[in-house]
Each structure stands twice: as C-alpha cells, then as structure tokens.
C-alpha cells in the first residue's frame, strides 16, 4: 500500500529493554521525522533525516537512536526504555524542502513501559 | 525564531454552532501556513493550507485566510458537525527549512 506506515501500532514493554519502532514510507521522501505526543506537550521532534545516512537531532533526543540506511525506513530505537518514554510516536515525511513542504504522517504507535 | 501560537482548548461546541480557532506566527520571509487535523487514534492530516498573503484554503467547509499585516491564519467553519471533534494543529513551514513548525494544537469536541 502506498502511504507511511507505522510497527507495531501498540507496545508494551518493561524498563531497561530496547525497543525499536519501525516506519516505512512508499514515496521516496527525502526527509523523515520521528515525534512524540503528550498531553499538555504537543508534538516534539525527537530526530529527522534529510537523506539516507544523514541524520540530526531534534528538541528531545535524550535516549533515542534512529538510523537510516535506505530511504524508506526510518526505524526508531529506545536503548533502555524508561517510564517517562510512554508515548504516542508519530513518524512523518516530507518530499520537498522550503515553504511549500507538507508532511505526510503514520497512523502512530502507542508505547507504553511498565 | 519561527513559532506558532494556537488558542488553548478544549472548544466544546454545539452542533451546527460557528468554529473559530486562533493561529498567529512569527516567522522570517514568507512561510506557507497550514491546518492539520488529528482524530481520534490516527495521524494528523492536511486540512488545508495557504502559501502567500490573502490567499484562502479551504476543505471540508472549514477556511482559514493568511493575513500577513496580523500574522495571522485562524481556522473557522459556519457549521460544525459532532464528526468534526478532533485536535486541530496550525503549522507553518518556511524559505530554506524542511521542518513544519508546529503549533500546540486545540482539542473540538462537538456535542449533538
């Protein structure tokens, strides 16, 4: 199917395991990000990427890994998960840099550590 | 730096009641403004958008106008329906950036 798809669309893990989540997109976007969504936060940017192997940190990348070997996926990692990480992640891509750009989302993953 | 300010919700409106959610922006240059909707367990969408100064966008039957000498892209509709409940995002993106610039976002509920 065409579109940015999000894996799993719910998780539940313990404290201190590594957790990875995955986001696949069909478009060939250059650029990919990944957000969390908390009540009373919003949405913030926890990495993006502008290209394969390009990468770069956004406002809360504190315990987070991502990496990006193809195009299409932009997988997201917690290395030791905590409390404070339970969270809606939303991935997103955008084909175009500048004003005219306009992203794409997932439908979201509902992680919750316990 | 480039920001979005959205009034705070929740909005509870009746059905068929009139929908305004403010939006202003600081920004260099001249962004593209834009809505986005989020319902219920999915992903937010584009609602609708507009690139330069008086231009309107428009979908669904909500409208919003970029008002360049307020800095300003409110979201309204006439008439709302209980299937318009959702969280309403404004955005804007901008010359030489590929990031969206997210407001905080405002949470409709529409009672029948």
């Known amino acids: 199917d065409a579109g940015i798809t999000q894996s799993p669309r719910y998780k539940i893990t313990e404290t201190g395991r590594q957790v990875t989540l995955m986001c696949h997109q069909t478009?060939?976007?250059?650029?990919m990000f990944w957000y969390r969504q908390d009540l009373g936060h919003g949405l913030r940017l926890i990495y993006y990427?502008?290209?394969?192997?390009?990468?770069d940190k956004g406002e809360v990348p504190d315990g987070y890994v991502v990496s990006r070997s193809k195009t299409e996926n932009f997988p997201l990692t917690l290395e030791s998960a905590t409390r404070s990480q339970t969270s809606v992640y939303f991935c997103?891509?955008?084909?175009?840099?500048?004003?005219?750009?306009?992203?794409?989302f997932g439908q979201g993953t509902r992680l919750t550590v316990v | 730096g480039n920001s979005v300010t959205q009034m705070e919700g929740p909005v509870t409106l009746s059905e068929e009641a009139f929908l305004t959610i403010n939006c202003t922006y600081t920004?260099?240059?001249?962004?593209?403004l834009f809505w986005y909707v989020q319902y219920p367990g999915e992903g937010l969408q584009l609602l609708l958008k507009?690139?330069?100064?008086?231009d309107k966008g428009s979908n669904k039957g909500f409208e919003a106008t970029y008002r360049k000498e307020t800095t300003s892209f409110h979201l309204e509709k006439g008439s709302v329906q209980v299937s318009d409940s959702a969280v309403y995002f404004c955005a804007l993106t901008y010359t030489g950036g590929f990031k969206t610039i997210f407001g905080a976002g405002t949470r409709l509920f529409v009672k029948a």
């Open positions: 507009a690139t330069k100064a008086d």
């Open positions: 478009w060939s976007h250059s650029y």
């Open positions: 990427s502008a290209a394969a192997d390009i990468t």
């Open positions: 997103a891509s955008s084909g175009e840099q500048g004003r005219h750009s306009e992203a794409f």
């Open positions: 920004a260099t240059g001249y962004p593209s």
